[in-house]
């Protein structure tokens, strides 16, 4: 008992006065001073063996991935973050206080990069893995929130960055979009918006189910990372495939009109790859225009095919 009230005081320590936090860790609950906006809340929940291998990532590494997944989500409905909470379920081994030290110390990064305030959360220990839970509150930009629902016919389809292969490392330092968001809606409306982290093919299929429309991808388009070649080196597939389906890239995906398109020419973090069309999912590539299966992250209880 004596060394989580150890690590609380150690938290306290560390929490900057932020505007907006009234109380912060100490008590039974935070005190925030709302404002006048609408509130976003997202939460996350990594787990050892699913989300990472503790053996193979430092703590430090995955306190950066829990907070940076996060804050995509944030940036995915158009926002800004503002506070954070923090659950953490240690295992019961003689390196815990150590460990929850780093995860934290990633956490912090992340959080202060962007300027959210960590105003409390809880602590345990089980014989099971380790298992990290932040929830991220935020505020809707003038723009207010965007939806998966607000694609439509002829709409342009956009995404911030190039995709694939994440797994060689970006999957544990993901750079949520959240200035980038800030600053392409205060270009264009923006339409729909979701963060890539099941694959862009999938998270594609989630904004036309939701907003009953279709997709055409120009494969020339689309770009990808250089990690999604050197892994397609590894497992034979093509670095497209690996682009279209990898996931936990935490790009952007987004929409907007055949007009407002034209005002996103030159923007590095607006990249058309694709136009909304009455049904279904297609890529066109040199072979003319084929029916695209979306593929990527299965969310289920079973292993993912």
Known sequence: ??????????????????TGV???????????????????????????GTDFILEQA?????????????????????????????GLVLTQSGTTEQ?????????EEVANEFGVAIVGGDTNSWAGGLVVSVTVLGEALRSGPLLRSGAKLGDALFVTGPCGGSILGRHLNPRPRLREIAHLTALVPITSCIDISDGLSADLQHILDASGCGAILDADAIPIHAD?????KQTGKTALHHALTDGEDF??????????????????????????????LWLRDSTGVNPLHPKGWVHAFTEPE
């Open 1 to 18: 008992m004596s060394a989580e009230f150890d690590f609380i005081r150690w938290l306290r320590a560390r929490t900057p006065i932020s």
């Open 22 to 48: 009234l109380v912060g860790p100490g008590d039974d609950c935070a005190v925030l001073q709302p404002t006048s906006r609408q509130l976003l809340v997202t939460t996350d929940l990594l787990t050892e």
């Open 58 to 86: 430092s703590a430090r590494a995955i306190g950066r991935k829990a907070m940076g997944v996060n804050l995509s989500d944030i940036a995915a409905m158009g926002g800004r973050a503002t506070t954070a909470l923090v």
């Open 99 to 107: 460990i929850a030290q780093e995860l934290y110390l990633g956490l």
């Open 228 to 232: 999604a070649y050197e892994l397609a």
């Open 251 to 280: 790009e952007l995906l987004f929409t907007t009109s055949s007009e407002s398109a034209l005002k996103l020419a030159g923007e590095p973090c607006a990249i058309r790859i694709g136009t909304c069309v009455e049904s279904g």
